[in-house]
Nanobody, 128 residues
Framework: QVQLVESGGGSVQAGGSLRLSCAAS????????MGWFRQAPEKEREGVAN???????RYADSVKGRFTISQDSAKNTLYLQMNSLKPGDTAMYYC??????????????????????WGQGTQVTVSS
């Protein structure tokens, strides 16, 4: 079973940057996609970005041009570089892994139930 541990969250002012990391306990040959989701209080969990094993990347429209997802396979680590942060980016951020191929479909990648493994989350707070 893959364990995911996020880090790098914190409090920043609007316009600032943060880099989130997600360390996986092991490399899983069954993992097809890795992704970042976020959930603000009283809101639905939403997909932020994901990357599949072919290197294809998808972003939510709200973060395009500001966030960058990347991975270091040698370290089994996923990253999310977040620039030009806005108060609306405030949320708990989760790392997730999916073994199914639907996670690489542009119409389905944001469906949280496609992802089997989840981290505990890291809080990001952006003040105006």
């Amino acid at each position: 079973q893959v364990q995911l541990v996020e880090s790098g969250g914190g409090s920043v002012q609007a316009g600032g940057s943060l880099r989130l990391s997600c360390a996986a306990s092991e490399y899983s040959y069954n993992t097809y996609c890795m992704g970042w989701f976020r959930q603000a209080p009283e809101k639905e969990r939403e997909g932020v970005a994901n990357i599949d094993k072919n290197g294809s990347i998808r972003y939510a429209d709200s973060v395009k041009g500001r966030f960058t997802i990347s991975q270091d396979s040698a370290k089994n680590t996923l990253y999310l570089q977040m620039n030009s942060l806005k108060p609306g980016d405030t949320a708990m951020y989760y790392c997730a892994a999916s073994s199914g191929t639907l996670c690489s479909n542009s119409g389905y990648w944001t469906l949280h139930w496609l992802y089997t493994y989840w981290g505990q989350g890291t809080q990001v707070t952006v003040s105006s």
